[in-house]
């Protein structure tokens, strides 16, 4: 994957895993992944995907995500009429979720993978320098000795 990655370079494995779960071959999809906490933290993550749990539970992981407040629901009693049927949305809806999540994972997964790269790369940089100061100490003592 490049590092700037697309929705459409993870199209292939989303819908080979949308394909097998809903023709029955695979009962779950998790992931395990490393969630980018700050640059020097992150942490392992398991995450079931498929099926979804509770909508009530994914909508506050989203708030939760967004840092927003979920605001109370009102009561409405008008009819509603989808288009196309509800069943099909709710699972058009779900495949979006699903694709996002899988997108947020990867991005989340490279941030960190960038991260602990930084931070080895400053740690080798200061263990050089700290290495080449006492060999020019040692150095410097030789010559004067």
Wanted: no cysteine; net charge negative.
């Amino acid at each position: 994957m490049s590092d700037q990655v697309e929705l459409s370079e993870l199209r292939p494995a989303v819908g080979t895993l949308l394909e097998a779960f809903y023709a029955h071959k695979i009962d779950s999809v998790s992931i395990l992944y490393p969630q980018f906490v700050n640059t020097l933290e992150q942490k392992p993550v398991f995450m079931p995907l498929l099926p979804i749990g509770s909508l009530h539970e994914v909508v506050h992981k989203l708030y939760k995500r967004l840092g927003t407040q979920l605001e109370p629901v009102q009561e409405d009693d008008r009819e509603l009429h989808f288009e196309p049927n509800l069943p099909q949305l709710l699972e058009r809806i779900a495949q979006l979720y699903f694709k996002q999540e899988i997108h947020q994972i990867v991005l989340e997964a490279k941030a960190s993978e960038h991260s602990a790269r930084l931070v080895a790369m400053k740690k080798a940089t200061d263990n050089a320098a700290e290495l080449i100061k006492r060999q020019t100490i040692q150095h410097n003592k030789q010559r004067a000795a």
